[in-house]
């Protein structure tokens, strides 16, 4: 079993299209981090939500972490070919060793 | 800073033969992760080092799989033998360090990864 959910797992869409993708867990996290890897390479780290209901703006990408600290959501407004990728969340509990669990991802396609 | 270095970068070998993958992760840090995706299973922690101590190798498949980091500037990853289903992407990564020194909060920098055909 996945400590961290993600959905949809797969998600094609046109260009300039809003959607939302979703890191669901049972268990509380410390902290959780969103990524996007493209073909080819490493995922990089967009942001990492700490509090709850906490939310963060970077551009047209919109995270928000659950008050119970338990989920965290994807928002992109107005999608672009360039949003392409796998976006992944990661989460951890803080204790002397932060060992990030990853979800499955969400694979994204954004239509010219 | 060059960033977290990883070769190679594709291998294709066949079933049987030894596998040594390589990692020189950012300088000054003092924390790796190896990490293994596929489909079917995504990102898998596979072990982590700490001050180049292996912590946790929990997620190492069997002992087919072998990993040191014998200074803070280079790791190894080695499956010997080899099978068809370790074919995957492997990925080292470093922690960001946390603000003012502080603990770090578990976000990484990764390598470009590994990819390993076995035939």
């Known amino acids: 079993t996945q400590l961290l959910e993600q959905s949809p797992q797969f998600l094609s869409i046109q260009e300039g299209e809003n959607l939302t993708v979703y890191c669901n867990s049972s268990s509380v996290f410390s902290s959780l981090q969103w990524y996007r890897q493209e073909p080819g390479e490493g995922p990089v780290l967009l942001v990492t939500?700490?509090?709850?209901?906490e939310v963060k703006k970077l551009k047209r990408l919109t995270f928000q972490f659950g008050d119970a600290r338990k989920d965290s959501s994807l928002h992109i407004t107005a999608a672009q070919p360039g949003d392409t990728g796998l976006y992944l969340c990661a989460g951890g509990l803080y204790g002397g060793s932060y060992i990030p669990t990853f979800g499955r991802g969400t694979s994204l396609i954004v239509h010219p | 800073d060059a960033g977290v270095i990883q070769s190679p970068r594709h291998e294709v070998t066949e079933m049987g033969q030894e596998v040594t993958l390589r990692c020189k992760p950012i300088s000054g840090h003092n924390s790796l992760f190896w990490y293994r995706q596929t489909m079917m299973r995504g990102l898998e922690l596979l072990i982590y080092f700490n001050n180049n101590v292996p912590i946790d190798d929990s997620g190492m498949p069997e002992d087919r799989f072998s990993a040191k980091m014998p200074n803070a500037s280079f790791s190894t990853l080695k499956i010997q033998p080899s099978e068809p289903r370790d074919s995957a992407v492997y990925f080292c990564a470093t922690p960001i360090p946390g603000l003012a020194g502080g603990p770090n909060t578990g976000e990484l920098f990764f390598g470009e990864g590994s990819r390993l055909t076995v035939l």
């Open positions: 939500v700490v509090t709850g209901g």
